[in-house]
């Protein structure tokens, strides 16, 4: 038997499937990543955060003994809030300026690249444009930083913000649940520890108490961060997304589906 | 010309078997090209990590960090030995403060119902007409002092029995937690170097293992080959046999090396804790008996300060006797409500002191300022090998996206409707590594 025609026509078949023009499309190449801690290392940089470091310290001597005078829970938490509030004004104060100015740079590096959405390095394990020496060039230069002139493209990387997911109230109270679950239970398991007698009494103690939050997390958490994942990918597919990561990796760019996402969860 | 149809049909055979091969390879490897990957891949990290031949190891240390955690959350406050030592020394300071307090009045309080009772006893002596009155009244007064002694020295018997089992059950408590204490250490110390031990293995085995990675990696690569002659294959797996036997042989010498050691080091560490123990609870049962002799000299001296009891004189009427009798009544009366109010207010505060004695020393010592430095140190070890497994995992993750052609990789995505999920790809690189 001759097989020579039957291998032309596979080989045909299969380069034909693999270069078929609905199946090859162009790579995803304005994806940028910036290496923060990179960043954060750059000298006005540093000297910003000890500046905050040497505030904060005074800050919490000042929390410290306020607290101690507190009598009640309630003037507790209004001491707290009060010194949250004094310690964010202070950062807004003195790194708000050069976050902006950063903000700046990355934003006019992906104008003059075309890259559509700049995410933190640590996401990026391969590829993609590392726009980091860049920005510092352009951070670290005398000149004022101009804006630029257009927004950044749509780009098929999608980004949530887990923060607003979590305010969800049905999130909300099934994490409210759980951690009143954890800390009822530490302090149980934690008495048990404590007249454990042996090492294997205390491993078993402690396999007791994982699994117990553990079948709790699977029954009171898992069902929502399943439908979270569910409605952020059905979210990512209307709008042609590619992937979809999480908010706090993005720096510039990229297109926001939390509030499509919050509203599939809502309903 | 049968040999020719049978190298033919080799040619055939050959040809189908690449052919078969080709299909496979096109059905299994993603076309990193296509609409829907567009040469982006990613990587879910997490799964990833649980696959890693050191994930064992991190599993261990998050569970030994839970531990510590779970057993810090309870409600005691963490003292270290020396805030134990201060805060015991400063209950004792009070205890002792409140014992001065306690004799002084009483001693006050003695001094003024004598007072009180032997101007009573003139007034009646001078209303019934009896000569010499002040001898008699200080007689009566000895009466008086000597029934209050005899009962001051029945409660300070038994005040003193009642301190006596304290300061033992103090003992007990503060030598069964410093042997507990000892014990812990040397524990923690063991496992400390059992874990750096392990370490060093783990080392050894992914040093080896990277070492001999290329080489592993090359000849999997031709025994994948599946027009390898058998010869060829036999070499190829003789060759991957010597390098895993020679691993096995490396990690089995230093595995042995290390037990011996261990076992070594535990021997040395019986012998301290044990030199430490005895040392330890031989001071504390001396404090313990040098604490009990000065109470029976503050006893003594209590007692001593009552006074000691001559005779009646027995030329009194007995209306006489019977008033005086009254008056010493009334007075040991009053003068034992007040007094035991004083001792009241001492009992009061001995049992606060003991109570917060007994409350420091059943502090888990051992479990205190030993496991914070221990939990800080479990930390630095788990971010280092997370780091060390992360670190793996990125370079052969981008290894297999430049073979296959990717143009970016991911990890830590929320959502995927395209691109192309690597994690397994990198799992069975890991495992194949490691194997």
């Given at each position: 038997?001759?097989?020579?025609?039957?291998?032309?026509?596979?080989?045909?078949?299969?380069?034909?499937?693999?270069?078929?023009?609905?199946?090859?499309?162009?790579?995803?190449?304005?994806?940028?990543?910036?290496?923060?801690?990179?960043?954060?290392?750059?000298p006005v940089f540093v000297n910003a955060n000890r500046a905050l470091a040497?505030?904060?310290?005074?800050?919490?001597?000042?929390?410290?003994?306020?607290?101690?005078?507190?009598?009640?829970?309630?003037?507790?938490?209004?001491?707290?809030?009060?010194?949250?509030?004094?310690?964010?004004?202070?950062?807004?104060?003195?790194?708000?300026?050069?976050?902006?100015?950063?903000?700046?740079?990355?934003?006019?590096?992906?104008?003059?690249?075309?890259?559509?959405?700049?995410?933190?390095?640590?996401?990026?394990?391969?590829?993609?444009?590392?726009?980091?020496?860049?920005?510092?060039?352009?951070?670290?230069?005398?000149?004022?930083?101009?804006?630029?002139?257009?927004?950044?493209?749509?780009?098929?990387?999608?980004?949530?913000?887990?923060?607003?997911?979590?305010?969800?109230?049905?999130?909300?109270?099934?994490?409210?649940?759980?951690?009143?679950?954890?800390?009822?239970?530490?302090?149980?398991?934690?008495?048990?520890?404590?007249?454990?007698?042996?090492?294997?009494?205390?491993?078993?103690?402690?396999?007791?108490?994982?699994?117990?939050?553990?079948?709790?997390?699977?029954?009171?958490?898992?069902?929502?961060?399943?439908?979270?994942?569910?409605?952020?990918?059905?979210?990512?597919?209307?709008?042609?997304?590619?992937?979809?990561?999480?908010?706090?990796?993005?720096?510039?760019?990229?297109?926001?589906?939390?509030?499509?996402?919050?509203?599939?969860?809502?309903? | 010309?049968?040999?020719?149809?049978?190298?033919?049909?080799?040619?055939?055979?050959?040809?189908?078997?690449?052919?078969?091969?080709?299909?496979?390879?096109?059905?299994?490897?993603?076309?990193?090209?296509?609409?829907?990957?567009?040469?982006?891949?990613?990587?879910?990290?997490?799964?990833?990590?649980?696959?890693?031949?050191?994930?064992?190891?991190?599993?261990?240390?998050?569970?030994?960090?839970?531990?510590?955690?779970?057993?810090?959350?309870?409600?005691?406050?963490?003292?270290?030995?020396?805030?134990?030592?201060?805060?015991?020394?400063?209950?004792?300071?009070?205890?002792?403060?409140?014992?001065?307090?306690?004799?002084?009045?009483?001693?006050?309080?003695?001094?003024?119902?004598?007072?009180?009772?032997?101007?009573?006893?003139?007034?009646?002596?001078?209303?019934?007409?009896?000569?010499?009155?002040?001898?008699?009244?200080?007689?009566?007064?000895?009466?008086?002092?000597?029934?209050?002694?005899?009962?001051?020295?029945?409660?300070?018997?038994?005040?003193?029995?009642?301190?006596?089992?304290?300061?033992?059950?103090?003992?007990?408590?503060?030598?069964?937690?410093?042997?507990?204490?000892?014990?812990?250490?040397?524990?923690?110390?063991?496992?400390?170097?059992?874990?750096?031990?392990?370490?060093?293995?783990?080392?050894?085995?992914?040093?080896?293992?990277?070492?001999?990675?290329?080489?592993?990696?090359?000849?999997k690569m031709r025994l994948s080959n599946l027009a390898m002659d058998p010869?060829?294959?036999?070499?190829?797996?003789?060759?991957?046999?010597?390098?895993?036997?020679?691993?096995?042989?490396?990690?089995?010498?230093?595995?042995?090396?290390?037990?011996?050691?261990?076992?070594?080091?535990?021997?040395?560490?019986?012998?301290?804790?044990?030199?430490?123990?005895?040392?330890?609870?031989?001071?504390?049962?001396?404090?313990?008996?040098?604490?009990?002799?000065?109470?029976?000299?503050?006893?003594?001296?209590?007692?001593?300060?009552?006074?000691?009891?001559?005779?009646?004189?027995?030329?009194?009427?007995?209306?006489?006797?019977?008033?005086?009798?009254?008056?010493?009544?009334?007075?040991?009366?009053?003068?034992?409500?007040?007094?035991?109010?004083?001792?009241?207010?001492?009992?009061?505060?001995?049992?606060?002191?003991?109570?917060?004695?007994?409350?420091?020393?059943?502090?888990?010592?051992?479990?205190?300022?030993?496991?914070?430095?221990?939990?800080?140190?479990?930390?630095?070890?788990?971010?280092?090998?997370?780091?060390?497994?992360?670190?793996?995992?990125?370079?052969?993750?981008?290894?297999?996206?430049?073979?296959?052609?990717?143009?970016?990789?991911?990890?830590?995505?929320?959502?995927?409707?395209?691109?192309?999920?690597?994690?397994?790809?990198?799992?069975?690189?890991?495992?194949?590594?490691?194997?």
């Amino acid at each position: 038997m001759n097989l020579r025609p039957a291998i032309l026509f596979a080989v045909a078949t299969l380069l034909g499937a693999l270069l078929a023009p609905g199946a090859i499309a162009a790579d995803l190449t304005d994806v940028g990543f910036v290496d923060q801690a990179e960043l954060a290392n750059l000298p006005v940089f540093v000297n910003a955060n000890r500046a905050l470091a040497s505030y904060k310290a005074q800050l919490d001597a000042q929390y410290n003994g306020q607290l101690r005078r507190a009598r009640t829970d309630a003037q507790k938490q209004q001491i707290t809030l009060q010194f949250q509030q004094q310690f964010n004004d202070k950062q807004r104060e003195i790194v708000g300026p050069l976050f902006q100015r950063a903000q700046l740079a990355i934003a006019a590096v992906s104008s003059s690249r075309n890259i559509s959405v700049v995410v933190d390095k640590r996401i990026v394990i391969y590829g993609g444009q590392d726009v980091t020496k860049d920005v510092e060039t352009i951070f670290s230069s005398p000149q004022a930083v101009s804006p630029p002139v257009s927004t950044p493209p749509p780009s098929e990387i999608g980004f949530v913000d887990q923060s607003v997911l979590d305010g969800i109230p049905k999130v909300q109270n099934a994490n409210t649940a759980m951690s009143q679950f954890e800390s009822t239970q530490r302090q149980l398991y934690s008495a048990k520890m404590a007249q454990a007698r042996s090492d294997s009494d205390r491993k078993q103690i402690m396999q007791q108490y994982n699994k117990l939050v553990a079948d709790k997390q699977d029954e009171l958490l898992k069902p929502l961060v399943d439908q979270t994942q569910r409605a952020t990918a059905e979210v990512a597919r209307k709008k042609n997304l590619l992937l979809v990561v999480d908010r706090a990796d993005v720096i510039y760019g990229g297109s926001d589906i939390t509030a499509d996402v919050q509203n599939a969860l809502g309903k | 010309m049968s040999k020719m149809r049978w190298a033919n049909s080799g040619v055939r055979l050959q040809t189908a078997k690449a052919l078969v091969a080709l299909f496979i390879v096109a059905g299994c490897a993603p076309n990193v090209h296509s609409a829907a990957v567009r040469g982006t891949g990613y990587v879910r990290m997490d799964e990833v990590v649980k696959h890693h031949p050191l994930y064992s190891q991190l599993s261990q240390l998050d569970d030994a960090i839970a531990a510590i955690n779970l057993q810090a959350a309870g409600p005691r406050v963490p003292l270290g030995a020396q805030q134990i030592a201060a805060q015991t020394a400063e209950l004792n300071r009070e205890l002792r403060a409140a014992q001065d307090r306690a004799n002084k009045i009483l001693a006050q309080k003695q001094r003024e119902y004598v007072q009180r009772e032997q101007q009573a006893d003139q007034a009646a002596l001078a209303a019934a007409g009896v000569h010499g009155s002040g001898a008699l009244a200080a007689q009566q007064l000895s009466n008086t002092s000597a029934a209050q002694a005899q009962q001051a020295a029945q409660a300070a018997n038994a005040d003193f029995q009642a301190y006596q089992q304290s300061v033992v059950a103090q003992n007990n408590a503060a030598s069964s937690s410093v042997v507990k204490q000892l014990q812990t250490q040397a524990e923690q110390k063991y496992r400390a170097k059992a874990e750096q031990l392990q370490q060093n293995e783990t080392d050894l085995s992914l040093r080896l293992t990277q070492q001999d990675a290329a080489a592993r990696l090359a000849i999997k690569m031709r025994l994948s080959n599946l027009a390898m002659d058998p010869a060829a294959r036999r070499q190829a797996q003789a060759q991957l046999d010597d390098i895993n036997n020679r691993e096995a042989s490396q990690m089995l010498a230093q595995r042995n090396a290390d037990a011996a050691t261990l076992r070594a080091y535990r021997a040395q560490l019986d012998r301290e804790t044990g030199g430490a123990i005895r040392s330890q609870v031989g001071a504390i049962q001396a404090q313990t008996t040098a604490k009990l002799q000065e109470h029976r000299n503050e006893v003594g001296t209590q007692l001593r300060s009552l006074g000691g009891a001559p005779a009646l004189p027995a030329n009194l009427s007995p209306n006489v006797t019977a008033e005086l009798a009254r008056i010493h009544r009334q007075f040991v009366g009053q003068f034992q409500a007040d007094a035991g109010k004083t001792i009241n207010e001492y009992n009061a505060t001995k049992s606060d002191l003991d109570r917060q004695f007994a409350a420091l020393h059943g502090a888990d010592v051992g479990a205190t300022g030993a496991a914070a430095k221990e939990l800080g140190s479990l930390q630095k070890r788990r971010v280092e090998l997370y780091q060390q497994i992360l670190n793996q995992v990125e370079r052969d993750a981008s290894r297999i996206a430049k073979d296959r052609g990717f143009s970016i990789v991911f990890v830590n995505i929320q959502a995927a409707v395209g691109g192309y999920d690597m994690t397994n790809l990198v799992i069975q690189d890991i495992e194949s590594q490691h194997e």
